[in-house]
């Protein structure tokens, strides 16, 4: 990574968005589960296309601000909430989506659990909850991140062979899931970013991901919410079965580390692993072969 690119990345966390900035375009697609229509938040560069892009995979608490997604169930194109919606995206997934669009790339950021009537999300420790099973990041929300390629493969501005993942927590367990059904294929996801995921048995389809798209995976070690140890043995394994898997372990760095709130970056360990984050992000989609 070039020391421009450095001060480029660095310079994108002194402009973090706020809620006075521009929301993303509101966008439908089907799910793969031939069901559901999904709604998803868009983010476009300034600059004529066409664009790569990034799939964007929520965590358990869903892609709106805690300040109103207590008040959200369902989010459709027939019944739009007036909470949540591409205005009230949480500051992290604004942050991300147009850090994103800012480097060239088309983001979309589909939401899960609105259109299944779930938009309120989930808390701290919830997995066993059954209300969580038509939700689940096995067999559910890997068909919605399916849904998020197809449609945006038909987008004019995008360039079909050039569509990133990124997941975070329960979405980062979603994305690990997506690249084990894509398996050897070379003509879906070309790479993926997991950010602090799940990595048990309850999380993913297999104890051995194979996959033959490189994944990347960003873990805190004082993770309070999920096991950054079973992660790096789910990476080993994965690496000794012939997959192409990159970790990072942030010293001191917790679960949310990239969270631009004042509550996680207060901790110097986060801060730190989110530069390193967003450097790294940059570096593994650029440096993905076409």
Not at 139 to 154: I, K, M, Q, Y
Not at 219 to 245: F, H, T, W, Y
Request: glycine content about 8%; overall charge positive; hydrophobic content about 40%.
């Amino acid at each position: 990574m070039t020391q421009r690119a450095i001060q480029i990345a660095l310079l994108m966390l002194t402009t973090l968005p706020t809620a006075a900035a521009a929301a993303p375009d509101a966008v439908f697609f089907p799910s793969a589960d031939g069901k559901t229509e999904i709604v998803g938040y868009l983010f476009r560069p300034q600059t004529p296309g066409p664009h790569p892009a990034i799939v964007l995979l929520h965590g358990r608490g869903g892609p709106y601000s805690i300040n109103v997604n207590k008040d959200c169930t369902l989010v459709s194109r027939t019944a739009p909430s007036a909470a949540c919606n591409a205005g009230s995206l949480s500051k992290r997934h604004a942050m991300w989506g147009r850090y994103w669009a800012d480097h060239g790339y088309v983001a979309l950021l589909p939401d899960s659990f609105g259109p299944r009537g779930k938009a309120h999300g989930f808390g701290r420790f919830t997995h066993d909850d059954p209300d969580r099973a038509d939700v689940n990041e096995k067999t559910v929300r890997p068909l919605d991140a399916e849904g998020a390629l197809s449609w945006l493969r038909s987008q004019k501005d995008v360039r079909e062979n050039r569509i990133f993942l990124q997941g975070w927590s329960n979405g980062g367990s979603t994305a690990l899931n997506v690249m084990q059904r894509q398996g050897t294929a070379t003509s879906g996801y070309r790479a993926a970013l997991v950010f602090y995921p799940g990595c048990g048995p309850a999380a993913l389809l297999a104890p051995t991901l194979k996959s033959a798209a490189p994944i990347t995976m960003l873990l805190g070690s004082d993770d309070e919410e999920v096991s950054p140890e079973r992660c790096q043995e789910v990476a080993q394994r994965s690496v000794a079965a012939g997959s192409k898997i990159d970790v990072v372990l942030y010293p001191g760095a917790t679960h949310d580390f990239d969270d631009p709130g004042q509550r996680r970056q207060s901790n110097p360990a986060n801060n730190a692993a989110l530069k390193d984050a967003m450097i790294r992000a940059i570096a593994a989609v650029n440096g993905s072969k076409d």
